[in-house]
């Protein structure tokens, strides 16, 4: 990305909102001054009301714009307390010259609009010159800095007319400083007071017409309807009204100018005074009920039937516009309704950043002065200081832009980056909404995307899980088919090897004493009986091994202590049962048979491979698990050999069916461990 111009000065202008002509106005003289002295002024648009986290979340200048200077208006201050103060605005901006407009802040340069002589000289005229008694001052922002003190004015000058013994009485009703505001407030209180009140003063021009609009409509014997009506400000709109509406004029135009020059200064080193004062100024005209102004008519027409067929056709091309972006379902579609209909509303400039994740952008759309910055359906990635540069290299000294945030329910999704004529800002406010719900839409379309790739991808990988767990299952269940044919070899082999050749045995004795004349002696026959005494014995031990009856009369805890016992007698090493589970404790059928097996497994693997002296037997209970453990001191054995055999997987198996966690480790110096640990 290319680097900004050294010899060009980029100044920040934090607005509220450009959507109304009072801050449009004092725009078309900054950008004047702005071209006079080469600066590129880059206007923020706030709307500190929708933004819950504050201005110094939102609009971090260091990372953002990589601005030289900023001038603060004083609209971005209602409710913002992050920056009402010298600290405030240092934490914020650093050492970055900063100046401010309407907002007077100790140890800032500000420009003032000073505006107590002419709200006093306003009412003076509309007490004294026109005796009027009963006033409704229709309030702009509560916490607006220039509505408390324009309000303050109105009601001291009321309380001194009272004291002077003036029958005067007022109302207070609060506004916005909007005209739509200003009809919706007007035709609410009308409707509740039968009474009208002898003048309106309104905070600003916005809601004098409003208000104009909302007596016009009135029945002719209403009372209302001859109320004067006054304004604030002087835009435009004031000297086309019919009647003209008097107001107080503040030089919008030599406000922009004077705090672009400060600034300029500041950023050369050169010093600044303090504060610098523009003073505003009465006007009469006929709104008031002084018959003190005229105007050429044909002028008035001129002007009116211009301001009517630019609206009616700003009108049809934003029904066109919003239609069409509403109905574009790719990119590419969005680029083309672009190019067409920005081209009608006569914006050369616009450029489109959706924010990826802290400053950085996609930029969707890049139209530079008539001129398109990126091939069809590219997308590039940058920072927005990053592309604010670019744009710098590319554009003349002087050139001054506007930026416009996208929001929606889900917050701020990125930015549009614009200039306009300033009959076109409002058009671009309205544009922002749908542009916003696109980019919205969009995002939703992608991440649906991705959220199905990424079903995909899961269900592959758990698809590819499943085949291993199947493959898995189908190798455990071999296992079991040869720890069944093994268990079956071995239960056969023994009654072969064992009990057979005791009852062969048996047999021939049968048959020699059968063959004896004389029959069998006594011992013969106590030899036969204790014969027959051990093979009997041998068979109920094979039958228990088979399946421990014990479990059913003696429980869990006396089978294995009676299993450890017997082993130890056969084997000779020293065994040591531990039975720390509570006495109540019972465990199903399933489970115990299965604890049964893995621990007699274990101690077959003992006595075949472990040599050891030593055995140890414990069952105890933790908070989450009931623990069984079956020690050795013996020799040991390598993981990857136990993990082989049958006996391993036929444990592992037992576990699986009562979903308990199996396993065996070596200890330390020697010897192994078998445990199971089942859930509680």
Request: hydrophobic share 40%; proline share 3%; charged share 25%.
């Amino acid at each position: 990305m290319a680097d900004r111009k050294i010899d060009k000065f980029r100044v920040a202008v934090v607005f509220n909102v450009l959507n109304e002509q009072y801050q449009i106005s004092i725009l078309e003289g900054m950008k004047a001054k702005a071209l006079e002295l080469g600066l590129e002024l880059v206007f923020i648009q706030q709307e500190v009301s929708f933004n819950k986290s504050g201005i110094a979340s939102l609009f971090p200048l260091e990372d953002y714009l990589n601005a030289d200077g900023i001038i603060l208006m004083s609209s971005v201050f209602a409710g913002n307390d992050k920056i009402n103060t010298f600290s405030g605005i240092k934490n914020l901006y650093g050492n970055k010259p900063v100046v401010t407009v309407g907002k007077e802040i100790p140890g800032i340069p500000s420009v003032m609009i000073r505006t107590k002589d002419s709200m006093e000289h306003l009412v003076a005229h509309l007490v004294e010159q026109h005796d009027y008694n009963s006033f409704l001052y229709l309030s702009g922002l509560a916490d607006h800095r220039d509505n408390k003190n324009r309000q303050k004015v109105f009601v001291d000058s009321m309380e001194k007319y009272k004291k002077e013994k003036r029958p005067v009485s007022y109302d207070i009703l609060f506004g916005n400083f909007s005209e739509v505001e200003a009809i919706d407030k007007m035709t609410a209180y009308i409707n509740t007071h039968e009474k009208a009140v002898d003048a309106i003063v309104c905070a600003n021009d916005n809601m004098a017409v409003g208000t104009y609009k909302v007596l016009k409509t009135l029945d002719e014997n209403n009372p209302w309807r001859k109320c004067a009506v006054t304004g604030f400000d002087d835009t435009p709109q004031a000297s086309l009204s019919i009647p003209p509406l008097t107001t107080v004029v503040q030089p919008l135009d030599e406000i922009g100018r004077t705090s672009v020059n400060l600034i300029n200064n500041l950023l050369k080193g050169q010093p600044v005074p303090p504060v610098s004062d523009i003073q505003s100024k009465l006007i009469l005209r006929n709104s008031c009920g002084c018959r003190l102004y005229s105007q050429d008519t044909q002028q008035i027409i001129d002007t009116l039937q211009h301001d009517y067929f630019q609206s009616e056709q700003l009108l049809r091309n934003m029904s066109v516009f919003g239609q069409e972006i509403n109905g574009s379902y790719s990119m590419k579609d969005l680029r083309s309704t672009l190019d067409r209909n920005l081209n009608h509303l006569g914006i050369p400039t616009f450029i489109i950043m959706a924010f990826e994740k802290k400053n950085l952008a996609h930029v969707m759309y890049a139209k530079l002065n008539g001129q398109q910055l990126m091939n069809e359906g590219e997308i590039e990635i940058a920072t927005i200081s990053d592309f604010a540069n670019r744009i710098s290299v590319l554009t003349p000294k002087g050139q001054c832009f506007a930026v416009k945030f996208l929001y929606t329910s889900e917050g701020n999704l990125g930015c549009i980056f614009y200039d306009a004529p300033s009959y076109a800002h409002p058009c671009v406010f309205s544009l922002s909404v749908n542009i916003a719900q696109k980019i919205y839409n969009m995002n939703s379309i992608r991440e649906r995307a991705r959220q199905a790739q990424r079903l995909e991808q899961e269900v592959e990988k758990r698809t590819k899980q499943l085949v291993r767990a199947n493959n898995k299952r189908l190798a455990v269940e071999g296992e079991v088919l040869k720890i069944s044919d093994m268990e079956r070899k071995r239960f056969s082999t023994d009654l072969h090897d064992d009990i057979c050749q005791r009852l062969a045995g048996i047999s021939m004795l049968c048959r020699s004493y059968s063959n004896n004349p004389d029959g069998a002696t006594s011992e013969q026959m106590t030899e036969l009986t204790q014969l027959i005494s051990t093979t009997l014995s041998a068979t109920r031990q094979y039958a228990h091994n088979s399946f421990p009856m014990d479990l059913e009369t003696l429980g869990l805890s006396d089978s294995i202590e009676n299993l450890l016992a017997t082993a130890a007698k056969n084997t000779g090493f020293t065994s040591e049962f531990n039975w720390h589970l509570p006495k109540n404790f019972d465990f199903e059928k399933t489970v115990a048979v299965n604890i049964f097996r893995i621990t007699q497994e274990g101690l077959q693997n003992i006595i075949k491979h472990a040599k050891a002296e030593r055995v140890i037997f414990r069952a105890e209970q933790t908070k989450s698990a009931v623990v069984i453990s079956l020690l050795d001191d013996g020799i040991g054995i390598q993981k990857d050999k136990a993990r082989s055999g049958l006996g391993f997987h036929s444990m592992e198996y037992r576990a699986n069916q009562i979903g308990a966690k199996f396993s065996i480790k070596a200890n330390k110096p020697k010897g192994t461990t078998v445990e199971i640990k089942l859930p509680l």
